[in-house]
């Protein structure tokens, strides 16, 4: 370690080699192991700075994981983790991808919402009903989720975090502004690959209702120094089975009156 750097900065560092000479391993090397998440964040904001002054561009908002029960059981957490996403690698629908750019391809069917205006800091957190007025429109999306770990759940929740919440790529449909006459809790989507559905879901499989995603990380972001914008993008989390796609795979979320979301890579 080099005398002006840092452990937060050299997680961020080899975190950001394994990105550029995709391999798995096994977990980070001891030493570079964040100890909780408050550090993970930090070195979340060096890669994503990494990351950006490689490819371009910038950050345009959050996904959130494990907004499901699952998945923070797996990871023995009891709230969900966030990450950023970014413009170099955020695609408008219909999308076709080079697969060589995934380490995996695990393919989650989500909620997206855009913000329409700023969201401050509150006294009181913010819940389902108190942040939907923030919200422009609901978008359709499909997050693609890339690691670099043998076994993802077996690294820990802060390591997750730091690796930008393994965030991979976003594919999104047109924003709907109707959304509000919508019950989004009992929204359906469904998940067509090469023609056939594979998976089905519906939006409380994400802490019960997708703004309640939304709304958790506005009381969190400003644990952290940040909050939410007009103009970020918000995914929620899948609301379904993963699927892990293959290369030359055609895949199509189909959410209804939000729309489609249609991604397919090449072989």
């Not at 550090?39 to 994981?65: E, F, M, N, P």
């Not at 389902?128 to 890339?146: H, N, Q, R, T």
């Not at 994400?206 to 400003?222: F, R």
Request: contains cysteine.
């Amino acid at each position: 370690m080099s005398a002006t750097s840092t452990p937060i900065t050299e997680t961020a560092n080899f975190l950001a080699q394994l990105r550029a000479a995709p391999q798995p391993i096994q977990a980070l090397p001891q030493a570079l192991r964040p100890a909780e998440l408050t550090t993970a964040y930090h070195s979340q904001d060096v890669l994503v700075a990494q990351l950006l002054a490689t490819h371009g561009g910038q950050r345009i908002g959050y996904k959130i994981a494990c907004t499901n029960e699952i998945a923070q059981r797996q990871l023995h957490i009891s709230a969900p983790l966030y990450g950023q996403l970014l413009a170099y690698s955020t695609y408008p629908s219909p999308a076709q991808l080079d697969p060589r750019q995934f380490t995996v391809r695990i393919i989650e069917m989500e909620f997206g919402f855009q913000i329409g205006q700023e969201v401050p800091p509150a006294p009181t957190p913010y819940d389902c009903a108190s942040i939907a007025p923030f919200m422009a429109a609901v978008l359709p999306g499909i997050e693609i989720v890339d690691h670099r770990f043998v076994d993802w759940t077996q690294v820990g929740a802060p390591t997750l975090a730091a690796d930008n919440a393994i965030h991979g790529a976003w594919v999104h449909g047109a924003p709907y502004a109707d959304w509000r006459e919508l019950d989004l809790a009992h929204h359906e989507a469904t998940l067509t690959v090469n023609g056939t559905i594979v998976r089905r879901g519906q939006g409380s499989a994400v802490l019960g209702h997708p703004l309640n995603v939304v709304a958790w990380l506005a009381n969190e972001l400003p644990k952290q120094g940040k909050q939410l914008r007009a103009g970020d993008y918000i995914t929620t989390g899948v609301i379904s089975d993963v699927y892990l796609a293959q290369p030359g795979d055609q895949l199509q979320a189909d959410f209804g009156l939000l729309g489609s979301v249609v991604l397919g890579f090449t072989i």
